[in-house]
């Protein structure tokens, strides 16, 4: 859900080698999802603000995973991403 890259430019630069790992193989969180290749690499590392998933009716859901595994993992959202997710959040 939320890329590595992602993760670390949101907080996880900060984090130990285990928190990493660990969040990384989170499977508690909406944190690992099956896509098909192409849109694993369309994605690659952006977030909401950058991309959002071509499948619209999936974006309400797209947006509920990402806010909570930001929020579980206390990492921080940019300004654009924040507009994204509100704007994608409120036509839910």
């Known amino acids: 859900m939320v890329p590595l890259a992602e993760a670390w430019r949101s907080g996880a630069s900060s984090w130990t080698t ?13 944190q690992l999802i099956a896509v098909t290749d ?3 690499q369309e994605k690659s590392d952006q977030d909401p603000g950058e991309w959002l998933p071509p499948r619209t009716a999936y974006r309400c859901m797209y947006a509920r995973m990402w806010v909570d595994v930001k929020h579980h993992w206390k990492l921080t959202v940019n300004s654009a991403e924040k507009s994204a997710l509100q704007s994608v959040l409120n036509n839910c």
């Open 18 to 30: 285990a928190q990493r790992q660990s969040f990384a193989n989170d499977l508690s969180q909406p």
């Open 38 to 40: 192409n849109v694993n």
